[in-house]
């Protein structure tokens, strides 16, 4: 087996789904391959280790075991993964866990557990609930069980033709640390995401659907319940019958920075209370082109600044 991420790409990109244990936002999850080989930006060589993916039954399994070799300012490390799924009730509802684990040669060490599910409640409305918590050698003492997890619920309905929403919230503590995942922010709570309506203009039309939503979430600072983060706005989402779909969007976007930070070595941005709006709009071409290209264009207030 080759070392680095040659390797890394071989093993994890096959049936990659069943290790899946996706939480709110973005790359958020528990188990993110791109943190066994790479740190800091830099390749960690690996000796090797071993990968199982299946089906038994009604279950999902999926274990993986990898080792690193020691690199730079990081010890030889050992990743484990183990998860498994089970369908319940229907085809469109499962149930499942994971189970993650970092051990340095140190003596250094990150575990890390989840439990997830789907549930087609009734009709097109799924509900989804996750609970993750994590534990190190880096863990302060004294520190609650909640300090630690992340506990998460979603409500959606899935639609393209009719009144849609897609809500959820997300509770993560100050201290919850996935040795083997990724997180981009830590201590808050997110609420959020969608309601739309979709609609499909008819055979004489030449749009395929039309879909008009409107879009915000919210983070809550855990410590004090300030408001840290915001953002709100419509959208016209139009696919027309070639393939081809048209995106115009606004939105309105509130930050409140406790520290400053740089957007470049001569742009720095005060720590404050900052509210700023943009508009957007998108282009994709048709689907089956020769080349798939996409355009983008937004402009607006930016923080104290403007951007185009």
């Known amino acids: 087996m080759k070392e680095g991420p040659a390797a890394h790409g071989v093993i994890f990109l096959e049936d990659a789904q069943v290790f899946d244990f996706r939480l709110s936002g973005g790359r958020n999850k528990l188990f993110y391959s791109r943190r066994i080989g790479i740190s800091g930006g830099e390749e960690v060589p690996i000796y090797g280790g071993a990968r199982l993916v299946g089906r038994l039954g009604n279950w999902d399994i999926g274990f993986l075991d990898m080792q690193t070799r020691a690199a730079a300012d990081l010890t030889s ?11 319940v009730f229907n085809e469109n509802s499962y149930v499942g866990g994971i189970a993650t684990t970092r051990v340095g040669k140190g003596g250094g060490y990150n575990v890390a557990y989840g439990l997830d599910g789907i549930i087609r409640a009734f009709g097109e409305d799924y509900v989804t609930f996750n609970l993750a918590q994590t534990f190190d050698d880096e863990e302060e003492e004294g520190s609650g069980v909640f300090d630690a997890s992340l506990v998460r619920a979603r409500w959606e309905r899935r639609t393209v033709d009719g009144f849609g929403y897609d809500l959820s919230v997300t509770r993560v503590g100050i201290g919850y640390n996935p040795g083997v995942g990724f997180v981009q922010r830590t201590g808050f709570t997110r609420i959020g995401d969608r309601l739309f309506h979709g609609w499909t203009p008819g055979r004489e039309s030449g749009i395929l659907r039309q879909l008009l939503s409107l879009n915000g979430h919210l983070f809550i600072r ?3 319940r300030s408001l840290e983060s915001a953002v709100v706005g419509p959208e016209w989402d139009i696919e027309v019958k070639t393939g081809a779909r048209i995106k115009v969007g606004a939105k309105a976007s509130y930050e409140d920075l406790s520290d400053p930070f740089e957007l470049s070595d001569d742009a720095i941005v005060p720590a404050g209370s900052y509210t700023f709006y943009d508009l957007n709009a998108s ?7 020769l080349v798939k290209w996409k355009a983008v264009a937004a402009a607006g207030s930016f923080y104290d600044g403007s951007q185009i």
């Open 77 to 87: 490390e050992n990743f484990g993964v183990f998860r498994l799924r089970r369908r």
């Open 222 to 224: 855990n410590l004090d």
């Open 283 to 289: 282009y994709t071409n048709a689907r089956g082109s």
